[in-house]
């Protein structure tokens, strides 16, 4: 297991290096948000490729991860197209100063794929371990997947049409899935990772990997999800009466 984590610590430096080279052609760091999706379908591939079993467990979680993280690349381009750089990328631009190209690098690039490593962790483990047949408890992880990976998908779909109409711009989306959270697309990605490691919990010896979904769940919730959006609209009068109505993450009925 070591050694095939250190296969995919390299593969994921030089994706890192790779992403890094284009962000700096491009002149925008917003680029690591299209990579995000990528990373974990490279660590998915190399644990295969290198160490993998063929069964039918491991290559639907390979199925799964690479069916996720190729939507979630393809989107984010799509939507980043003509527009400039993510603001939050912008004011590290402007908060690092002469230390911007290494910072850059270790705090954007890097630390993001030892981070796909960590939430991979299950995805690896399945890839590399066999279990037994296909049973219960995978039809169960794959039905949370697809309702989270719908979730996420819809609600990606939804902005997306809210934010092409030239009518809402400067408005705040509170229709659709928006109606019932505030943050639809980051409860689908949690819900779906958590599907995942239902699907991986057949197979002996994977309870420790808990630390992957943990993981995604405390970093949208905690640190670069939902408190940074929340934060960014916190002075918006609109946004401040959708948070009184709105779920905060769960999706529920809005409140009168």
Known sequence: MLQLFLYQALIIFFYAIVWFSFALAKGRNDVADIAW????????????????VNEGRALLILALVTTWGLRLMLH????????????????WREEWGESFLLRTFLQVFLLQGFLVLIISLPVTWVLTHNGPPINILDTVGVCI??????????????????KSKPANKGKIITSGLWRYTRHPTYFGEVTLWWGLFIICLSVPGVLWTIVGPVTITYLILKVSGTPMLEKRYADNPQYAKYIQSTSAFFPLLPKK
Do not use: M
């Open 76 to 91: 984010i381009g799509w939507r980043n197209r003509g527009k400039p750089e993510d603001h939050r990328y912008k004011a």
């Open 37 to 52: 999706g990528g990373g974990f379908v490279c660590a998915a591939l190399t644990a295969y490729i290198v160490q993998g």
């Open 145 to 162: 997947w697809i309702f989270g990976f719908s979730f996420e998908a819809i609600g990606d779909f939804q902005l997306l049409q809210f």
